[in-house]
């Protein structure tokens, strides 16, 4: 007998039919034999619509307030779903964050789990039920309600898993697992079966948007297991776990891409010691997170500095390089948020050469030009024009051959 | 400096302008100089809806879900009221059931309340926020989420005055106060200024339909004050309390009529002991409440029973007496659906006699049949046909000279 844990999206319970499904989907692992607990998140577009209630109310509206506000989706999510298991005939029990023993820090909206007394969840098991949990809460050591932020539920699912030693932390969501690329760009894309913590990390931060990089780090230091698989096919997903052996014979694992990037260039700025610091120290006061940057070898005691922000942060950068730009008596400052990036990524990366230079020479026999280049140990990252990224990904996509079923 | 506890209901805090208007009257209590303790239902229709959804999800949802579901409704509301008033520069802060320590029985959708724990609400107070304290809500002692049935955030708002021994509960509501009969019939119904609980009780319960009777008992053991008045308008409501030798004065306080009323016969019934319990245990036993209970003088050993239920329980009164029919050996069973009760409610009436003789007479005068009749210390009530009940609460609201200005 398997302990499961199993979390379900909003989209997975957005309205009476979906909960039902998912009902019936969780009583099937049940009578496997497993002991089950389920974290869902809001039902559909809940947690929209309170967040814009709460703006209709006040601007900038209280932390606290708008985690009491935001809570109440997962309490609506696990109390329907467990009328959905018990009117089927079958023994459910719905707990809260606070219910279960979540406790989390005191950052509302944002707050980190520090511990889980998973004695009731534990006691309900024993007692043959099947246990749905509100994802994307807890509660501070004031009791006060707290919520996890983006991809919280996620964050929920993992943390249970770990804190009661499930055999793994099933993952549902509206694809069938990660691919080898956005598989609404390059239609050959492949599902990959088994993929590292350190490659879904870069994954995710690099936009294959199926799991946020919260949860993988979750995972990854407390060893959980996850599956990632859709809620709408019986098909095997995908499986995120710590590196074996035979992963490392394949170079490269996927390739991903992130359209929401801006470049900002400040021209010829004077090349000495703590200029990096003076541009990058108001940056990172305002906020604002910054991805790639780059910086030209220097000419003449000068240098161009190039660096990536999210589109969205892009006025904001700007306001707060303009006085920066005359302290540093760089000569310019210009932008691009016409721009996107490609990556590609993998464990194999690590003792095989030419990885880069593959990436650079597929995009040149295609003609798309790359304007900044990073690298970490498991990945080839390229900024390139937003017009070209589409292409950008088939072409890498296809000189790494991963379209191609996996060897092993 | 005084401790108010105000109670506003689901249509005060409907949408986001409620809201703020709910928010600015709080400020102005608080800046009066009252300590203010504020309890709100859910907003406009939210309760209506989630039962809704139950509904789609199980025909016969399981109740200790029911009320994981619905107390989300009030959370939602404390939350946003609490937004709108930080968003407007002063202190406050929300209250759960659970977090305001509100210890209720275990019986789901109908919970009664055991204690309150009113610590934390009184450290609020005294750091001078306002403190938004959800209504209809408490936990059981397995700290399961339990709600306390209709009219449930009224009882919440008495208790809590109760427990922090406030000096007014302030009932805020669409109607501007009790009135002397419903204003919809009677144009020229005067507000009451000034009620007694028991005026109040049989007001409530013959279908006044401003307080529900549980909060005005709370209320009356608990010896707390309550003001009922309007959300919408600055003028003094009613204020319900213990009776006060000048209130013996007024005769009759005001005439209440219920138009969901059910008349169901036995006829012929043999008229010997025991044979009233085999009648009303099994409708007790169904859950069924009987209203009036009349039963004809005996005539040759046999006797007619005729009593009230509520409309809606008409069919079920029907299968369960079908049964005791035969039983009792009664000669036939009859019902009548269309029929309604009309009362006369006042203090004074213990000490004048002639109340129930001038009622007969004015319905008598206005061609009104009176089909049964009950009385109690400071009531009396009739039931007549539907068709002529609202002729009759005219006819005896005038008859007692109710419209004119309330003699002290």
């Keep these: 007998m398997a302990l499961v844990v199993q979390k379900y999206g909003g989209s997975s319970v957005a309205d009476a039919g979906k909960m039902k499904h998912v009902a019936k989907r969780v009583i099937r692992g049940k009578l496997a034999g497993n002991d089950m607990v389920v974290v869902v998140s ?17 601007p900038i509206p209280d932390e606290r307030e708008m985690d009491m506000l935001l809570s109440t989706g997962e ?33 509302h909206t944002k707050a980190r789990i520090v511990s ?18 509100a994802g994307f809460q807890g509660t501070d050591a004031a009791a006060d309600i707290t919520t996890l932020g983006r991809g919280g539920s996620d964050t929920t699912a993992v943390a249970l898993a770990a804190a009661l030693k499930a055999d793994v932390c099933e993952i549902y969501t509206d694809v069938t697992g990660v691919y080898t690329a956005d598989p609404r760009l390059v239609s050959d894309a492949r599902k990959i079966d088994r993929i590292s913590y350190e490659e879904m990390l870069e994954l995710a931060s690099l936009g294959a948007g199926v799991l946020l990089n919260r949860s993988v780090e979750f995972a990854s230091n407390h060893g959980v297991k996850i599956h990632v698989r859709s809620t709408f096919s019986e098909e095997e997903g995908t ?40 541009i990058f120290k ?19 005691g000068t240098t161009d500095l190039s660096f990536t922000v999210m589109k969205s942060d892009l006025d904001k950068a700007l306001a707060v390089m303009e006085p ?29 050469a030419g990885v880069a230079a593959k990436m650079f020479d597929a995009l040149a026999k295609a003609g798309i030009n ?37 060897k092993k």
Excluded: W
């Design 42 to 58: 809001a039902p559909g577009k809940t947690t929209d619509n309170l967040v814009e209630m709460a703006q209709l109310i006040s």
């Design 75 to 107: 309490q609506q999510s696990i109390a329907l779903l467990t009328m959905a298991i018990k009117g089927m005939g079958h023994k459910a029990i719905s707990f809260t964050g606070q219910q279960m023993g979540i406790r989390t820090d005191a950052s």
């Design 116 to 133: 889980i007394d998973g004695s009731k969840i534990k006691k309900a098991l024993k007692e043959g039920k099947v246990v749905i949990a």
């Design 239 to 278: 499986m995120v776990g710590p590196t074996m052996k035979d992963m490392e014979k394949v170079v490269v694992t996927g390739i991903a891409h992130k359209k929401n990037e801006a470049k900002l260039t400040l021209a010829k700025v004077p090349d000495k010691p703590g200029i990096a610091a003076g």
């Design 282 to 300: 108001p940056l990172a006061d305002a906020g604002i997170n910054v991805d790639m940057i780059i910086q030209n070898v220097s000419e003449q």
């Design 324 to 352: 920066v730009k005359n302290k540093v008596r760089a000569k310019g400052l210009r932008y691009d948020d016409k721009v996107a990036k490609v990556s590609a990524v993998g464990i194999g990366m690590r003792s095989h």
């Design 370 to 406: 790359i304007q900044m280049i990073s690298t970490s140990e498991i990945k080839v990252s390229c900024v390139v024009g937003l017009a070209q990224v589409d292409e950008a990904v088939k072409v890498v996509h296809k000189a790494f051959g991963l379209a191609k079923r996996k």
